[in-house]
Each structure stands twice: as C-alpha cells, then as structure tokens.
C-alpha cells in the first residue's frame, strides 16, 4: 500500500544536555531524494541500501553547515516500514536536532510525522502485523524489567499466535457450520454437542489470556500509591524508607510536608508511583490548606491507598474519620507505623505492622499492597494482552457464550452462524486481520511521535 507523502521524525528521545546522538527518520517516496538534497557527503561515498555514509547537513543555501552527521539509506522493502527509509543520525540534544528536522521539513513532499505513523506503515504495508506493533510501543513505555519482558513476548508474535490460532479453530467449525447450512441433505449430521464443546473451549481459553491480561496490566501501566494519615504519623519517613532515598523531609513537626511528592519506584517487577501526601488536619495556614486540598485529590486518583497510622498512639477518631474519606471502592491498607514502639493503649486494627525508621515489617508491607491490588500474581504471567485486546478478546468470548443459548433453543444451525463470526471478527480486530480505519487511528494515537 505505497505512500504519496514522506515524513519525517525525531525518532529518539531529545532533552536538553542528554544523549550524544539523536536520529532523525524519514520514510517514503521522497526519502532518499531528500536526504541527497540535505546531506552533503564528501568524495565518492557510494549511495546504496542499508549502508552507513558520512556528511554535513547544510542549509537551503547550501553554504552553512548545521551539524555533522551520519546517513543511513535503506531502500524499499527492507526497512521497518518497507518504504524506503533514510536514518540522520545527529549530535544529540535539543537546538542541533530541531534545526536539522527543520531543514528536512523545508524538502518539497515531506511533513511532520503523526504519532505512531511509521509502525501504521509498518502494519499496512504487511512489514508487522498489529500486535507486534503495539508490542513495541509497548517495549518503548516500559517502566520495569517485567514489562520489557511481557512486551518481548508480544513483539516475539506470542499474542499474534495465539490468537491466530484461536481464531483458525473458530474458522473451522464455521466453514462446517456454513456447510450444513447449505448442503446438509448431503452431509453427514453434525454433532451438536461436539460442536458446543469445542466452541466453549475456545472461549475458556479467552477468559483466561483475558486474566492474564489483567494481572499484568500492573505491571505495564504500574500503580498510584497514596500515602495518607494524620500529621507526623511517618508518611514521608515511609516515602524514604520505599524509594532508598531521602525524598522528603522528615521532621518532628506536625505538617512537615506541604504539598503532594511523588516517587517512582519498582517492588516486585511492579512500577509504583508513591504520593507523600500532606498530613489532613485542621488547619488555618493557607499553604498546608492547598497541600491538604491536593491530598484528598490524590485519594480519588489512586490504585491503592496506604492509611498510615501512629502505631504507638493508637488508633484515633481523626484515623476513623480519614479512613471514611477514602473512595469508596479504592483498595486501602492499614498500615501501623512506629512497630519499634511499645503498642498505644487503643488497639490499631492495622492490615500491617512496621516500622519506617529500621525497616521492620516492609517486606509484609510489599506483599500486602501488591496482594491488595491484585498484582501479587502477576510475576507467573508470560503473556499479556493489552487493554484493546483484552476488550476484543472479551467480546469473542461473550458471542461464544451466547452460543450455549442457542444450543438450548435446539436452533438451526445459521443462528449459530452469527455469534461465531461476530467473535471471528474480533479477534481478526486483535491481530489486525479485520483491519478498519477507526481500529488504525485508535490504535497509533496513542504511539510516540517518532515511532
């Protein structure tokens, strides 16, 4: 499916003072054409496919150098989008790769790149199929070893096999369907039973790659943590205590931390991102009045909240009230801090018992929350589809159930017909073998730029 256009895109990451090269890429018809107009390359360096040239970038003038630059030209179909493809590798940064991706903008025929408009050529011109696709913006965004992992797996073509051959199963039993519809007076009688058998098959074998889905969707999105208490119970100490460093500031003054911190963090292969919360309290200062207004934010974002209460105190009315205001149907822990402490004299119903201050209890602490949150599990998962796939997978599994109904009704076989391919088709959504526009834009908007 060949191209009228050629775009271009920074194709690696870009911030100011990091990376020591960024590549620019161009992919379509204009592409090698454009990068001989931009490009000068010194003496009689040979212009073939998939070979590394050496040259300067020069303005339209053809006067000033801009940067100095290695070219990589890879011709039609052996390139990632199987257009032909030319790779600018520049010096990194920001100024030095802007000024660069400007002047290949200023070429006749070549605009800015949509996201994830390479891997969308990529599919069409049959180069990747769609799961592979994802699995490499997926590869791209990952926060933990665990996610590279699971989008390894899908990159490898696990998700594409499987459900391929899901869907191949689901293909026979309609082409015998379709048969009986047509010619039954001539064929052999086909055993209902057998058939329901086979289909309900299918769909345990969806319900359970839908599981898996979900048990690693921890670990590929990673979860938002709140820590919230009452002033001085040890949020921010616990904050250090999880992230190995001294994020916040830990004092013995009440209302400390004023504002919402955030920490990035892995326990288990699991991305978590703590929020030290300010202390929820009465209070007239107009500084801690907005840090506690961000805290009670944050208990509506959050996967999971950690109540941390003074363990040594005891339970209080103003804990009970603070446990009242977490959402409903937001997982809570009940975290009882300071466990190197005698007990207060009001026992503290807590889920766990640490302490912040010599480590005690925190592996407990770990497997709770990521039991809490149903990702306790998710380390025995090797293959997770995503949430578009886990809604398609879905949707088959439902029209097959509808099948059982059918069979009760003792229907003929062209009802049966028409649950089977609607869950065809959405797993052919899945691997991109029903291939729509709408499927295509919802898919790639939500890639980077670059890929």
Request: proline fraction near 3%; glycine fraction near 8%; charged fraction near 25%.
């Amino acid at each position: 499916m060949a191209s009228t256009d050629t775009i271009a895109s920074v194709a690696t990451a870009v911030a100011a003072g990091q990376g020591g090269i960024a590549v620019i890429r161009l992919s379509g018809p204009a592409a090698e054409a454009t990068g001989r107009s931009v490009v000068r390359c010194p003496g009689n360096q040979t212009w073939a496919s998939h070979r590394i040239l050496y040259g300067h970038v020069i303005d339209r003038t053809g006067q000033k150098r801009i940067d100095e630059v290695l070219l990589l030209l890879m011709r039609a179909p052996r390139s990632f989008t199987g257009e032909d493809v030319v790779e600018i590798h520049c010096h990194g940064g920001v100024i030095a790769v802007q000024q660069v991706l400007e002047r290949v903008l200023e070429e006749p025929g070549v605009r800015r790149a949509l996201p994830g408009e390479f891997s969308q050529r990529a599919v069409l011109n049959g180069r990747l199929d769609l799961t592979r696709a994802e699995a490499i913006s997926e590869l791209v965004a990952a926060r933990s070893r665990r996610a590279a992992d699971l989008a390894m797996a899908g990159l490898d073509g696990g998700v594409q096999t499987r459900i391929s051959a899901l869907r191949e199963r689901l293909l026979d039993q309609l082409t015998e369907l379709e048969a009986r519809v047509d010619f039954e007076e001539d064929l052999p009688p086909l055993d209902g039973k057998a058939l329901l058998a086979a289909l309900q098959a299918v769909r345990q074998e969806l319900l359970a790659l839908v599981a898996d889905g979900e048990r690693g969707e921890a670990l590929r999105s990673g979860l938002r943590v709140a820590l919230v208490g009452r002033p001085n119970v040890g949020k921010s100490s616990l904050l250090n205590r999880l992230s190995r460093r001294e994020r916040a500031i830990v004092t013995d003054l009440p209302g400390t931390t004023r504002d919402l911190l955030e920490s990035e963090i892995v326990l288990e292969g699991v991305p978590i991102t703590l929020l030290d919360t300010a202390g929820i309290r009465s209070t007239k200062d107009a500084v801690e009045q907005l840090g506690i207004a961000r805290s009670e934010e944050a208990l509506a974002s959050a996967d999971v909240v950690l109540l941390v209460v003074d363990g040594h105190a005891g339970w209080t009315a103003d804990d009970a009230a603070l446990m009242d205001r977490i959402p409903a149907g937001v997982p809570r822990l009940v975290v009882a801090n300071k466990s190197d402490l005698p007990a207060g004299l009001f026992a503290t119903p807590a889920d766990v018992r640490l302490s912040a201050l010599d480590g005690s209890g925190e592996e407990a602490l770990v497997q709770a929350l990521l039991q809490r949150c149903g990702a306790a599990d998710a380390d025995g998962v090797l293959l997770a589809l995503n949430q578009r796939q886990r809604d398609l997978a879905g949707l088959a599994a439902e029209a097959l159930a509808r099948s059982q109904e059918v069979a009760a009704q003792h229907l003929p076989w062209d009802f049966w017909t028409i649950d089977l391919r609607e869950a065809i088709r959405a797993l052919g959504e899945i691997t991109g073998e029903e291939l729509t526009e709408a499927v295509l834009d919802r898919v790639f908007s939500r890639f980077c730029i670059g890929k």
